[in-house]
């Protein structure tokens, strides 16, 4: 069974472990990045999720609006980040994060959830999975962005 868990900070370590072994994390993920933002006043509501005792999936994230009009919003000190994975998530794991989300989101009133996605280039094994579930669970694009890359030879 899936639950979540509010990061605190004496979760850095195992979050950033987390971050450094993950399928899309990036540096914009750790928590030395996202804490190089405190100054600016957003209310930190980033999220852990454990399969039993085992941490499969963060949320980097925010709180923002008043209590009628509650977001958790990708966390704006980063470029990009939404559900950070593990390589090995199964399919059928994806789906219950996003289930779970969807009743945390519920259960603590948050009215909208804003995903910025890691884009596809990043991951380290490319997989379209939570794309396509997001879709599939109704969630709808509202922007899109675009990366390129060119790989340099020695």
Request: proline fraction near 2%.
């Amino acid at each position: 069974m899936i639950s979540i868990q509010k990061y605190n900070d004496k979760m850095l370590h195992l979050w950033d472990d987390f971050i450094s072994n993950s399928n899309n994390g990036t540096i914009f993920n750790f928590r030395s990045f996202l804490n190089y933002h405190i100054d600016r006043s957003f209310d930190d509501n980033s999220l852990l999720f454990f399969n039993k005792k085992n941490l499969i999936a963060v949320l980097p994230s925010v709180k923002t609006g008043n209590s009628d009009n509650k977001t958790l919003y990708s966390h704006p000190g980063a470029s990009f980040g939404g559900l950070i994975l593990n390589e090995k998530t199964s399919f059928s794991t994806v789906e219950s994060i996003l289930i779970i989300l969807n009743k945390y989101c519920r259960d603590n009133n948050i009215k909208h959830l804003v995903l910025i996605q890691t884009p596809l280039i990043y991951y380290k094994k490319r997989d379209d999975s939570l794309n396509y579930l997001l879709l599939s669970h109704n969630f709808n694009i509202y922007e899109n962005y675009i990366s390129h890359y060119i790989k340099m030879r020695k």
